[in-house]
């Protein structure tokens, strides 16, 4: 009997036994928001002497009650079927055969709530730290949370400290690598720099928490990633990583069929790519261990330039209806190069055309948004223009343009198209640097650094002196000529005259 008490104990409810001074329950780092309520199963009577989880403490049915009946949605729930019953002397005594499923099962929980005397005056809400009900009697306690699950105790006396049985779960979501090295990835692994095209590797890793219910892993990537074809599920351990048997036998609901994804990938925030539900069975079986999931998302023509690209991943667990979550966030950034084209006044230049080479020597080619480095034949030539102003017509401002969703990485800008009278500009370096440059604490404005803004100036060309011409002396000898010979026609028409 007294192991089936300390069962009792250790598994759903709070038993509390004090002397005839009132008593407290500490619950340990409460969740935050989450509503605990207490609820008075019997009264009690303790010895003194007792020693925690020993003998000395009888329990009787609360003054005013003569049975273990409660109505439990419109169905009265006789406790004493398979939980209680009293003996001779009208003491409460667990039955035989109780055990720790029927402890932990929805239908005690149910009837406990309904069966229990609630003490409104001693409802708390989480704040994550621990927090005490005091004020109490000598009696058996049940507590709930808003997830629907219980809290326990580890020891009988006048304070009593308790753990909640479904404690905070944390989600850790990383990038873990940019394939092809498209881009680059933050020490801190939160964020990455990736080029337009590139595919970027996602890791999840779930704690199982001892007493957590209802897993669900969901997984929401924003417009400018593309879920890619292929997730897997694992089970890791400290020491050893290993797939289940049969994901069957851990989910309960996914996007599976047969043991492979069939993700939509949405284009709409608010709809989610992936969404695993774990069975209960199983999380109970592996507490203690940490769930791995992996996956990839391509960073599509859709993507933001030099900004933040999300891949939200969230954990839920506890009540369905109103379960406690986490959520972590990483972000992928492609970078930009703008080239500003003026002349030598610092006036708006248009007629350029630059190609922008990278250090594998290999040329840019944008192709309806999506990067590839492909040989300078093939290399996209991006020309700076002046906007047009809608209603004048009249062109404006500076003449620009960008090269797009770029990775990490030093480029060099080769003016290709020279505009017409001016002479070629040199060729200029730009680095942008990689993530791993970046402090962490810094993370969430690492698009500052992923806008590179170069002006590229040109000279109208001066015509150069020349030599070897005739010179102009043959044409004051002409000209000389000219003048003697016109005088001599004059004065022989003066004689013939005359």
């Not at 273990?68 to 003996?87: R, Y």
């Not at 909640?164 to 873990?176: A, Q, R």
């Not at 933001?304 to 991943?313: H, K, L, R, T, Y």
């Not at 948004?369 to 017509?393: C, M, Y």
């Amino acid at each position: 009997m007294k192991k089936l008490i300390a069962l009792v104990l250790a598994l759903a409810m709070v038993l509390m036994a004090a002397s005839a001074l009132a008593a407290n329950i500490t619950i340990e780092k409460t969740n935050v928001g989450q509503t605990y309520d207490i609820y008075k199963l019997f009264d009690a009577i303790v010895d003194s002497a007792r020693t925690d989880g020993g003998a000395g403490i009888s329990y009787k049915l609360r003054t005013g009650v003569s049975d273990f009946k409660a109505t439990v949605n419109g169905s009265e729930v006789d406790g004493a079927t398979s939980w209680f019953e009293l003996d001779s002397a009208g003491n409460v005594k667990a039955k035989s055969g109780l055990n720790e499923d029927m402890l932990k099962s929805e239908n005690f929980k149910a009837w406990a709530k309904a069966y229990g005397q609630k003490l409104t005056d001693k409802t708390i809400t989480g704040d994550g730290n621990d927090q005490t009900i005091s004020g109490l009697t000598d009696g058996y306690y049940f507590i709930t949370t808003t997830t629907g699950t219980l809290v326990t105790i580890d020891s009988i006396g006048p304070d009593e400290t308790v753990q909640d049985k479904n404690p905070p779960t944390n989600i850790d979501k990383e990038i873990t690598g940019v394939v092809n090295d498209e881009g680059s990835v933050t020490s801190d692994r939160e964020a990455a720099i990736a080029q337009v095209g590139a595919v970027v590797n996602f890791e999840v890793r779930i704690p199982i928490a001892n007493g957590a219910v209802n897993y669900r892993f969901e997984d929401k990537m924003s417009h400018g990633l593309t879920l890619g074809n292929t997730v897997t599920v694992k089970l890791e351990t400290a020491a050893v990583g290993e797939t289940p048997a049969s994901l069957s036998d851990a989910i309960a609901v996914s996007t599976y069929a047969d043991g492979t994804p069939t993700m939509t990938n949405n284009a709409t925030d608010g709809e989610l790519d992936i969404y695993i539900a774990f069975k209960n069975s199983w999380l109970a079986d592996n507490v203690g261990k940490t769930i791995v999931i992996n996956y990839t998302g391509t960073v599509n023509n859709t993507a933001v330039i030099a900004s933040a690209n999300p891949n939200e991943a969230t954990i839920k667990w506890g009540d369905i209806s109103n379960p406690l979550t986490d959520t972590d966030t990483v972000n992928v950034y492609p970078a930009r190069i703008t080239v500003t084209k003026e002349d030598g006044t610092g006036a708006a230049l248009e007629g350029a055309g630059f190609i922008l080479k990278n250090s594998s020597n290999l040329y840019y080619k944008n192709t309806n948004g999506v990067i590839s480095w492909v040989a300078e034949s093939e290399a996209t030539v991006v020309r700076p223009v002046r906007a047009t102003n809608a209603q004048t017509g009249e062109k404006e401002g500076d003449a620009v343009a960008s090269f797009e969703g770029l990775p990490d990485g030093s480029y060099i800008l080769i003016e290709k198209e020279v505009p017409t009278g001016y002479n070629k500009a040199a060729d200029t370096t730009w680095t942008i640097k990689p993530a791993t440059a970046v402090d962490p604490a810094d993370v969430n404005n690492l698009s500052t650094d992923l806008t590179l803004t170069p002006t590229v100036t040109n000279n109208q060309g001066t015509e150069l002196p020349s030599t070897g011409g005739i010179g102009t002396t043959i044409f004051y000898i002409l000209g000389g000529l000219l003048v003697v010979g016109a005088a001599v026609i004059l004065v022989a028409r003066r004689r013939v005259h005359e």
